[in-house]
């Protein structure tokens, strides 16, 4: 019985991103080069953070919010932005779209992330003997950050990559990428401030992951009309 939940957790947490890079055209233009190598990135970019994490956020050990610790964890978090702006636009990818380079991009950046900070505790805790929901909730808190981490590759994809974007949608495409780089410190807040337990979290990143995913698409369809 522990196995299974093992598997139905671990299913839940990684099944999603190959059902998306086989259910979307990106397997059919063999884009899993690109998503290795923006994989490889995250973990580079990854190091960094830990580094500067570990230099200047002092360990506390209680969980008040701290608005200063915070603030310098959400600028540190910023390292992100700048490893997904290589990864969008210095790495060489193969002859595809711009469409299809940021959807590959995001989806290994996520499958990296997932990997590097769940894998783990889903091997030690969901194969215990006692059944719990946190890793079922684990679960869906990572489809949550694939469909942050694809939004914001998008928004980087017309932020860096598109030269001919409309002024007037600029403010809300910047807007947009900020809310979405900021999000561990909101969800930092809504837990340690307003009280919020974990499942009321991922519900509320499950549900901001798809209207910023809405938004997202709404911009990126608006930027590819030749009359704006």
């Known amino acids: 019985m522990t196995l299974f939940h093992f598997f139905n957790c671990a299913i839940l947490t990684f099944g999603p991103h190959a059902v998306y890079y086989s259910a979307t ?35 506390s050990e209680t969980e008040v919010f701290d608005p200063y610790q915070e603030a310098l964890k959400a ?11 290589y990864a969008l636009a210095q790495l060489t990818h193969r002859n595809i779209s711009q469409n299809h380079k940021f959807q590959a991009v995001g989806l290994g950046w996520a499958f990296a992330d997932s990997v590097l900070h769940r894998l783990a505790p889903l091997w030690v805790g969901a194969r215990g003997l006692e059944f719990t929901w946190d890793y079922v909730l684990q679960g869906l808190e990572a ?20 030269k001919n974007k409309p ?24 837990r340690k401030v307003m009280g919020w337990h974990f499942p009321k979290v991922v519900g509320f990143e499950l549900l901001t992951s798809l ?8 911009l990126f369809i608006l930027c590819q009309r030749p009359s704006l």
């Open 167 to 190: 002024k007037t949608l600029i403010p809300i495409i910047y807007t947009c990428a900020v809310i979405i780089a900021t999000m561990p410190s909101i969800t930092s807040y809504l």
């Open 143 to 162: 489809n949550a950050n694939l469909v942050f981490t694809i939004s914001l590759a998008a928004l980087g994809s017309l932020m860096w990559l598109r």
């Open 25 to 59: 055209p990106l397997s059919e233009y063999d884009t899993l080069r690109t998503s290795v190598k923006a994989g490889v990135v995250y973990l580079a970019t990854a190091l960094v953070k830990l580094v500067c994490l570990a230099t200047f956020l002092q360990v």
């Open 211 to 218: 209207v910023m995913a809405f938004i997202s698409c709404q």
């Open 75 to 85: 600028m540190i978090g910023f390292i992100d932005v700048a490893g997904l702006y």
